[in-house]
């Protein structure tokens, strides 16, 4: 690769290696391709629809259900490292020699990761619990959401690999990110609703949930048209402008414990759900909306802009000294600020879930405690409203299939078009041991099958335990 990657990086790496940004993840959902907002019940129902967390398992009767610690999951999606172009390109040889790119095999590349974004989730659940009482449903939960979003340009890449092309001009206006680390606490209540002298219909669940939002770290670029010139005599140029917003425990831009908090927010879900018994006389047909994200987070502490105006000189970048002042400069242009606000993802979901029982099960139109549905469909359409935060303004369509063919395993294939990922297929497996149950996924199947040959990879396990 040749050096001259190296300035570019510091002026772009160095506003982001200790941030992240915001997602939504709960295991089973993302299992089954997010179609969550009828399909979701108790904790999982948290974040998505808060109506559903009254909502059980077939042949669950427990009043309180929880977990510690033993929620979480994570998704790294980025098409430019596959992990078979990492063991084409950027692995050593069979004999064990170092492997040397030649123009080929760099255009390649530049071909396959140019114009492409990069998404990093992460998200861990310290603790949920749902209570169900007389008087309705409570529920509890602490939401880490941690990752980034991160696009590259051709312009960028082709200096990266070929240098300084004579009297070249490259324009890094399309280099984008976003990232934030915050903390949600989500307090919610559901309460069923019976619907007197209606045969299809026979109650409605409505909830609400309030979040409180705790802000870490955020920094975005809002202004980019910062081009440089390489000529005929090894030297590098440039031009134009970047600024950077930034808010974070950490004035000097570190990763810290977060012992305070950055920023403060709050947030509100709404949710109802119904359910129309006796579906074609085999089954039952959920039915789900929610809105949820409606809110704002206010960053104070830190708060500054970091701008670039484009004017340096590289003449030798093999002193050391020349890429120090460099990153010096930018770093000395930070411009306190006396604070902002950012919406958070405020996010639109309606769905459908149709449960299939068997004859067994279904007599005389109901079901009966002891018996789980064989299967399920569930079908979700997904608006969101800002890009801030993970968020997308691009439609979802997720569709989502569970099995049980035993009443205490139960497995999942989702499938998701639209959002950031364009195209996905998940798979997941649950296990209900009475107690405790268990729930492991991936939002996209090739993470498991074919881990070598796919962009996605993600991962999540979680434990729910029940009185």
């Known amino acids: 690769m040749n050096k001259h990657i190296i300035p570019l990086i510091i002026i772009f790496i160095v506003f982001i290696s200790d941030s992240f940004a915001q997602y939504q993840f709960t295991v089973r959902n993302y299992s089954m391709g997010r179609a969550s907002t009828a399909a979701s019940y108790s904790i999982d129902a948290i974040g998505f629809n808060p109506a559903n967390i009254i909502n059980q398992r077939s042949i669950d009767t427990s009043v309180v259900d929880f977990s510690v610690a033993t929620n979480f999951g994570f998704m790294f999606d980025a098409t430019f490292a596959p992990l078979n172009l990492l063991d084409q390109y950027f692995t050593k040889n069979a004999d064990g020699s170092k492997k040397y790119l030649n123009s080929d095999d760099k255009n390649d590349i530049i071909e396959q ?9 992460g998200n861990i659940k310290p603790i949920s619990v ?36 004579v009297n070249r001009k490259y324009d890094f206006s399309e280099l984008d990110f976003n990232t934030s680390w915050t903390r949600q606490i989500s307090f919610s209540y559901a309460r069923k609703l019976d619907i007197k002298n209606n045969k299809n219909f026979k109650y409605i669940n409505l909830g609400a949930s309030f979040k409180p939002q705790l802000g870490f770290y955020y920094s975005e670029i809002i202004n980019n048209n910062l081009w440089i010139f390489t000529n005929d005599s090894n030297q590098i140029s440039g031009s134009g402008r970047m600024t950077l917003l930034y808010s974070g425990i950490s004035s000097e831009r570190k990763l810290k414990p977060p012992l305070n908090n950055a920023g403060f927010g709050l ?42 105006d484009g004017s340096f000189l590289i003449t030798d970048i093999t002193k050391k000294e020349q890429l120090d002042s460099l990153e010096d400069v930018i770093n000395g242009t930070r411009s306190p600020i006396s604070g902002f606000t950012r919406m958070l993802p405020t996010t639109v979901r309606i769905g459908a879930q149709y449960k299939y029982y068997s004859d067994k099960q279904m007599r005389n139109g109901k079901t009966h ?46 499938l998701v078009a639209g959002g950031r990922e364009k195209f996905e297929l998940s798979f997941g497996l649950g296990v209900n041991a009475g107690a405790f149950s268990m729930d492991f996924g ?26």
């Open 113 to 121: 990761v140019g114009n492409s974004p990069i998404n990093s989730i």
């Open 267 to 308: 947030g509100f879900d709404v949710g109802l759900s119904t359910t129309l018994e006796n579906f074609f006389n085999i089954g039952k047909l959920n039915l789900g909306f929610s809105v949820t994200d409606i809110g704002y987070i206010s960053w104070k502490s830190n708060a500054a802009n970091y701008y670039y």
């Open 369 to 414: 405690s002891e018996d789980m549905e064989l299967m399920s469909f569930a079908l979700d359409y997904i608006q969101g409203f800002t890009d801030n935060y993970g968020g997308t303004t691009t439609p979802i369509v997720a569709f989502g299939y569970e099995i049980n063919p035993l009443n205490f395993l139960s497995g999942r294939l989702g």
């Open 130 to 165: 749902v209570v169900r009482t007389k008087a309705g449903t409570f529920g509890f939960g602490i939401e880490e959401r941690v990752g980034g979003h991160f696009y590259f340009d051709k312009d960028f890449l082709e200096v990266a690999f070929f240098g300084n092309e």
């Open 442 to 467: 991936t939002y996209n199947i090739l993470s498991v099958f074919a881990p070598k040959k796919t962009k996605n990879f993600s991962l999540g396990l979680n434990m729910n335990f029940k009185i």
